[in-house]
Structures are given as C-alpha cells and as structure tokens.
C-alpha cells in the first residue's frame, strides 16, 4: 500500500481519497473541495424586471396606436 | 471553475513508495525526500542528486474538459561544472517511465537535458504519450530529473523549476 503525504502540512494518509478529504492545518483548505455548486440559474435584478415590464407595455401601446 | 491540478513526488523504495502531494519545493540534493533542505543534504562536487519523480496529477478538472500540453523546463544557469538531466523531451520522449527507487548513481532515465526555455510543444506525457491528455482526475507520466555534478562544481546555483499545460475551457 502505498503511503500518502501532504507537502503542506505533512500529515501521513493511507489512501488519496484520505489525503484529498483532509483539511490541511497549512493551506486551510482541503485539496479536493467535493461541494461544486453547479452554476445557478440566472434570476433577474428588480431593475432588469422594471425595464422588461417596461418595454412590454410600450409594445403593448404601439400595437394599440397601430 | 478552474482545474485543481497539483505536482506529487514519490520517493521510497519501489516496493513501498510514498507519494508527498503538492509538494513546496523541487529542491534537489543528496537524499531521496520530497522537500528536502539542500543545506542539510548538499550534492558533494562530483557526485549526482538523488533522482526527482515527480508528476503533474489532476484532482479535479472543475468546467474544463481537457488539460494536454505538458511542458517543464529550468529557468536559471546552473554553472559550469553540472547539468541537469531529464527524460523529458519533445522530440525524443521514451515514453511512461515505470517508478524506480531513486538513485544517486546516473540516471538511466533522466537523459536528456533540462530544457532552460519553455519548449515549444509537449515534453511530458499522459498515458506514455506527448499528445496524450486528461480529460477527467488523474495522472501524468513520471518526470524524471538529476544533477549531474564534476569536481569542480562549486555550491551556490539556485534556479526555478517550470510546469505548464493547457487547459481547455
């Protein structure tokens, strides 16, 4: 078995998955962040909904002038 | 999000290595140890390194969906009297070198010299080939390094070691 170490704070593991779950004491994060959050969807701004409604009505109006 | 990618050495017998993570330095010297100090374990004039094997190992490819291009390569003058030998190589590579205990005697792997400037194309491989790439967590081949000195070496030369890929979005 082959014995793993982290460079940075020199702790020992048994396996990689050990080594990449440890939260190392010298760089203060673990080497393998297993949380990725996948991108999320984009939510309109109060101000992008304002000029959208905007924008509805002013077509709306123009159509009525039509 | 970008790639997690680290470089690991491995040191110890081949029957029972240990592979440091992310290692601090690439510091070479008289001793088989990741991380070793040069002041404490200098290389006697005429006599080599030990051997480094080292590689580039991909934790996490994050968004990308491949990394290829590995080129390594010394930035620095060694001086008159040693020489930095690798098994890296663009138009020679011999392909995957299986681990070895690591030697002080002459490299039979490291051969070729250390390129100074970046090299224009892959000088370390993924699964024994120059074009070869990661697509998804894993390891490079082994790069193979040592120091070659004569009699006449004098102690003082300090030079940088440089890693690269390219990483696709």
């Known amino acids: 078995m082959m014995e793993h170490i982290c460079g940075q704070c020199g702790k020992e593991f048994d396996s990689e998955p050990a080594y990449l779950k440890h939260s190392c004491q010298t760089s203060g994060v673990a080497p393998h962040e297993t949380e990725f959050s996948p991108p999320k969807p984009k939510v309109a701004s109060t101000l992008e909904k304002t000029i959208f409604t905007a924008v509805q009505l002013a077509r709306a109006k123009k159509q009525y002038n039509a | 999000m970008a790639a997690t990618v680290e470089i690991d050495e491995e040191n110890g ?7 440091t993570h992310n290692i601090v330095s690439s510091n070479m010297g008289s001793t088989d140890s990741s991380n070793l100090n040069p002041i404490d374990n200098p290389i006697a004039p ?3 390194s030990f051997e480094k094997w080292q590689l580039i190992h991909v934790i996490d490819m994050g968004t990308s969906s491949a990394i290829s291009n590995l080129r390594v390569w010394r930035s620095g003058s060694l001086g008159n009297n040693a020489i930095h030998l690798t098994n890296a190589s663009v138009n020679s590579y011999q392909g ?3 681990y070895q205990t690591p030697t ?3 490299s039979n792997i490291a051969i070729f010299a250390m390129p100074t400037q970046i090299p224009g194309s892959a000088n370390l491989g993924v699964g024994g080939s120059l074009t070869g790439s990661f697509t998804k967590s894993g390891q490079s081949d082994f790069l193979v390094h040592q120091i070659q000195t004569t009699k006449a070496a004098l102690a003082g030369s300090t030079t940088v070691m440089n890693y690269q890929y390219d990483e696709v979005a």
């Open chain 2, 104 to 106: 002080a005697d002459t």
């Open chain 2, 96 to 98: 995957e070198a299986k």
């Open chain 2, 13 to 19: 017998k081949s029957s029972s290595p240990a592979l």
């Open chain 2, 46 to 48: 005429g006599a080599n």
